[in-house]
Structure formats: C-alpha cells, structure tokens
C-alpha cells in the first residue's frame, strides 16, 4: 500500500531564549501534525538540521492544550526546554486558547508540563530530575578529559537527567566556562552540561554552555532542559539565589539568556521566543 500523499502543514521557526531574532536558539515547528508517523517526524527532524524540531498534536489528557513530540536530526526527547517554550509560543501565536487563564498545559513524553507567561516571557515550570546524584570516580575523570580541565577545578558534577541525560559540572567561574576548548572525543557519548558565576555587577549570574558529541549540533546554543536541571541543583544547594538569570551561547555568537525564577517551591525556567519563519511544509 502507498502511503498518504503529502500535504500542506502550516510550520514555524522561532528563536528561542533570545530577545534578538536569530541570536538564541531556533526551533522548527509543524504545527499540524495529526497523522504523522514518527518515521516521518524522524526524518524530517533531521533534514531541518536544527537541534530540535517539534510536532504539535491534539493531546490525548483532557488536562492538556496540546501534545508535542520532540525530536533531534537522530533521536525523540521525552522533555526539552527551549522546545517547550518554542512550541507555547507557536502554539498561542497560532490562536490556541488556554483552558487556564494565564497557563499553557503541554503534554509530552515526560508527562504534563505548565508554562506560564512571565513578565513578558514564557517559562515552564521545571520538571521532577528522574536521575539526580553525583558523578564520580572514572566518570569525573572522563569529563575533565572532555573538557580539557583539570580534575581539581572540577567543583562538583551530577547527573542532571529530566529527559535528556545531562551530566552537570559545575567550575569556579565563567571565565573557566567560556575558555573550555572540549575534546569531543574523549566525552564519548555523555550529554554534559558546564555552568560558572561571573563576577558581580555583570548582565549574567551565570555562563552555561552544553555539549552533545556525535550530535549534528556539537554545541547547543541555549539548553532550556539542561538549565531546568542546573536551577534545581545549584538552588537546592545553596549555590544560586531563588532568582537569576544565565547566559548561554557566548562563544557560538549568541546571546541567549535564560530567566530562572523560584515560586511557591516550583524552578521556573524562561525567556522571550521570536518567531522568524512562517509558512507551509509539504509532510
């Protein structure tokens, strides 16, 4: 049996976690997707070439506005942030109206996920880390040798998993942050996520970057999972205050900031979202 001819979808692309289009992280979005398979949306994912694309779909909890599925040029994510925030956007900019005032229910992999808007942004509230504790002994030594540091300026590293399986390293600054050269391939397969404080006075609390060997992205722009994941360690820890923001992207020429925010004992996770294409794709 042949399959179904392609039809016409409506499809975005939004920049994420950026205030200036094209300086954050960009997202593709089919709008439409009812009657995909994930082969199709697996391939498609990977012919945009971008981080993550997702795939809006009628949701299957009554609870939900929407259900997305979320996908890298080579795998599904169950949760990604910037996806999340993107697919809002997308959503709402498309005429979807909430079932709670002042909330967008996304339904994904990871369960049903809130995104709020936020002093002008869209945030979603952090999602429970299905994997939290530290990482040690050969696997701390595998990290500062994909990151090219030494071990000792190592502060501390934790699995960080809320979908993707992030691995956090925390180092003593932004300054080590930003000069990391990292040597993909003695990373192996591991998703790591590295964060350092700047000084005080400067635009940003923190420098985040994300790293993703044998991806087609090698570094992500702005990460919102991965950043959902860090607001909880270092804010549980007594390492970042209830409120600040991050910076990601630096080194690519970015300018992402991500907005974290803590209310009534949820991590809120933000940022402005720009739509810079819109149109139709044959799927």
Known sequence: MSSPSPRSRPFH??????????????LAVVVDAEGLTAE??????????????????????????YRVRIFTGSEEFAFAGHPTLGSAHTWLESGGVPKAEGFVMQECGAG?????????????AAPPLT????AEGELRSQLAAGLRVPESDILDASWLVNGPEWIGVL????????AIEPDFAAMGELKVGVVGAHRPGAEADFEVRTFLPGDSIMEDPVTGSFNAGVAQWLINSNRAPGQ????????????????????????????????????????
């Not at 692309?13 to 960009?26: C, I, K, L, M, W």
């Open 13 to 26: 692309q939004v920049d994420v976690f950026s205030r200036e289009a094209y300086r954050g992280n960009p």
């Open 40 to 65: 199709q949306m697996q391939q498609f994912a990977n012919w945009t070439n971008l981080s993550e694309t997702t795939f809006l779909l009628p949701p299957t909890d009554p609870r939900a506005d």
């Open 112 to 124: 049903l996920v809130r995104v709020k808007h936020d002093d002008g942004r869209l945030a979603f």
């Open 131 to 134: 994997r939290f504790g530290p």
């Open 171 to 178: 180092l003593g600054s932004a300054d080590q942050v930003l």
């Open 244 to 283: 600040y923001v991050a910076a990601q992207g630096t080194v690519l020429g970015r300018a992402g900031r991500v907005h974290v925010t803590t209310e009534d004992g949820d991590i809120w996770v933000g940022g402005h979202s720009t739509t810079c294409i819109r149109g139709t794709v044959l799927l």
